[in-house]
């Protein structure tokens, strides 16, 4: 499967931003997929996920409240929905994708095989 992150940009502080990951080769409801962040010095992080089936869906402590992940499978994407954006959100961020994860492996980037180009978020104070 081929992922294509996008939707990053510049934004301020409080503002909104829905990144977008658009799967190519396979249907993405086959998929679980996680999204992750890398901010500049730093290891890429956890930031979400969601099950194949929608119904689990898992959450880094520093986004939770602020940024879902729907899906869509009709339309073959899964978003990443961040409100209340703050400055240390900005990173890249990349989506994943894998068959399966477990609660124990979700947050680990070695569980997916498949990964995103990566889209940059800028944060502004």
């Known amino acids: 499967v081929q992922l294509q992150a996008s939707g990053g940009g510049l934004v301020q502080a409080g503002d909104s931003l829905r990144l977008s990951c658009a799967a190519s080769?396979?249907?993405?409801?086959?998929?679980?997929i996680g999204w992750f962040r890398q901010a500049p010095g730093k290891e890429r992080e956890f930031v979400a996920a969601?099950?194949?089936?929608?119904?689990?869906?898992y959450y880094a402590d520093s986004v939770k409240g602020r940024f879902t992940i729907p899906r869509d499978n009709a339309e073959n994407t899964v978003y990443l929905q961040m409100n209340s954006l703050k400055p240390e959100g900005t990173a890249v961020y990349y989506c994943?994708?894998?068959?399966?994860?477990?609660?124990?492996?979700?947050?680990?980037?070695?569980?997916?095989?498949?990964w995103g180009q990566g889209t940059l978020v800028t944060v502004s104070s």
């Open positions: 080769g396979r249907a993405l409801r086959r998929e679980a």
């Open positions: 969601i099950a194949r089936s929608g119904g689990y869906v």
């Open positions: 994943a994708a894998d068959r399966a994860f477990s609660p124990h492996t979700v947050k680990f980037s070695s569980t997916y095989n498949y």
